[in-house]
């Protein structure tokens, strides 16, 4: 049973998409600005002010921070270099001669980005549109605050999947789930007897836990509804050719808490690894949608519900509590798993419609209630336990937040 979209919300939606386009194409004008602030604080001062800076090297600073900003820009000009591929499939980078395993077409609704925090990890929508009045829109729209530090959060978040510099971080995430994923299946040693199991990682960032399970041999599908994360996903997977191809500066956007001009400036290589890189044979799709639109349908009594049963396992990572209604998000992710399938979680409870200025519904439950309702939907809740990590985090920095994450793996009962 297909969807359909009023006008009103196709609109509504080419609207958002060509607003994320605009942000990212007005990242150098914003945040040239606001280096430039820094400069005109300056000549605020006395005199004998100016000259301990200069002696500082203080300007010169600002110059580095400046050349940092236009090399982002350059990147992130890369990404949006063809917005088009939000009307055609996004395949998983695999050999040219190899059968690709097709995604939804990218997308993602205009309120998409209201549930990413501190933590970014949205979800998404599969179905494409004309952009051709895009570019008009874009020279019109003026990127908010917010749109901007949802653009800074994606360079952040390069680091966190692409780079070796966000190796502790994924150590500290990825490897219990992956671990835990193939500890379920243990009957399946291989990656040539995992083919057919299917894995499943809702709010996939950029893609590097689910290219991490496809690269154990599970046919794995990520599911992600930024479009901030979706375009630079899809440079990171389908336009490398690579390692350490791109160089950026994540931390250029703040001087608070830094030791050294380095924390700041230092420059990041990505990505780490070559996605394309990926074993013959492999499964790999990033599909663009909202989880609950596309794996939690309703359908009419009779109907065929193709996600129901599907999966052999779920991984969600920081991904839950970007729920408006955590019952129907565990109720999807029970009724979509195959019997005795596993779901492994790894995340916090920061919940992103807590105290929302839209007047979206948001149901907030501490751990030990989403704990119980699991167990009353009806998973087996094993292997319990805290892990203390960080997310995005700059190494270098002075100030540093730490998630003491909650871990499990819960089979269907």
């Known amino acids: 049973m297909s969807q359909t979209f009023s006008d009103a919300e196709i609109e509504e939606e080419q609207k958002h998409f060509s607003n994320?386009?605009?942000?990212?194409?007005?990242?150098?004008?914003?945040?040239?600005?606001?280096?430039?602030?820094?400069?005109?604080?300056?000549?605020?001062?006395?005199?004998?002010?100016?000259?301990?800076?200069?002696?500082?090297?203080?300007?010169?600073?600002?110059?580095?921070v400046d050349k940092a900003i236009l090399a982002n820009a350059e990147f992130l000009k890369l990404i949006v270099a063809n917005p088009e591929i939000f009307g055609h499939d996004l395949d998983s980078p695999k050999d040219a001669d190899e059968d690709k395993a097709g995604c939804g077409t990218l997308h993602e609704h205009s309120h998409g980005d209201a549930h990413s925090h501190s933590h970014s990890h949205p979800h998404h929508h599969n179905h494409s549109h004309d952009h051709s009045n895009a570019s008009q829109h874009q020279r019109k729209y003026k990127p908010t605050d917010f749109d901007m530090d949802k653009l800074r959060s994606t360079l952040k978040q390069f680091v966190r999947d692409w780079s070796q510099e966000g190796e502790e971080e994924r150590e500290t995430c990825y490897m219990p789930m992956k671990d835990a994923l193939v500890a379920h299946f243990s009957d399946k040693p291989s990656p040539e007897l995992r083919k057919n199991i299917r894995v499943l990682v809702p709010g996939a960032g950029l893609g590097r836990l689910a290219y991490d399970v496809a690269n154990l041999g599970f046919a794995c599908q990520g599911n992600e509804f930024s479009h901030?994360?979706?375009?630079?996903?899809?440079?990171?997977?389908?336009?490398?050719?690579?390692?350490?191809?791109?160089?950026?500066?994540p931390y250029v956007h703040s001087f608070s808490n830094l030791p050294d001009r380095d924390a700041m400036l230092h420059p990041v290589k990505i990505p780490d690894v070559l996605?394309?890189?990926?074993?013959?044979?492999?499964?790999?799709?990033?599909?663009?949608?909202?989880?609950?639109?596309?794996?939690?349908?309703?359908?009419?009594?009779?109907?065929?519900?193709?996600?129901?049963?599907?999966?052999?396992?779920?991984?969600?990572?920081?991904?839950?509590?970007?729920?408006?209604?955590?019952?129907?998000?565990?109720?999807?992710?029970?009724?979509?798993?195959?019997?005795?399938?596993?779901?492994?979680?790894?995340?916090?409870?920061?919940?992103?419609?807590?105290?929302?200025a839209t007047n979206d519904p948001s149901i907030e439950l501490d751990l030990e209630e989403v704990k119980i309702l699991a167990r009353k939907?009806?998973?087996?809740?094993?292997?319990?336990?805290?892990?203390?990590?960080?997310?995005?985090?700059?190494?270098?920095?002075?100030?540093?937040?730490?998630?003491?994450?909650?871990?499990?793996?819960?089979?269907?009962?």
């Open 20 to 64: 994320v386009i605009a942000t990212f194409q007005q990242y150098a004008q914003y945040s040239l600005a606001a280096n430039n602030r820094r400069r005109k604080d300056i000549y605020t001062l006395p005199q004998g002010d100016k000259e301990l800076l200069d002696a500082l090297g203080y300007r010169q600073k600002l110059q580095e």
């Open 228 to 249: 901030y994360m979706l375009l630079a996903s899809y440079l990171i997977l389908n336009r490398t050719d690579t390692i350490g191809q791109y160089t950026i500066y």
């Open 275 to 356: 996605p394309s890189a990926l074993p013959a044979g492999s499964n790999f799709s990033l599909v663009a949608g909202d989880f609950e639109e596309i794996y939690g349908a309703e359908y009419e009594e009779g109907d065929v519900e193709p996600q129901a049963g599907q999966w052999d396992a779920v991984l969600t990572c920081f991904f839950i509590d970007t729920a408006k209604n955590i019952v129907n998000y565990l109720r999807i992710i029970h009724r979509i798993l195959a019997p005795g399938g596993v779901w492994i979680n790894m995340g916090p409870l920061l919940w992103h419609f807590e105290n929302n």
């Open 377 to 413: 939907i009806g998973f087996v809740i094993s292997d319990e336990r805290m892990i203390d990590t960080t997310y995005t985090s700059n190494s270098r920095s002075m100030l540093g937040y730490v998630y003491k994450t909650a871990f499990w793996t819960a089979t269907k009962a």
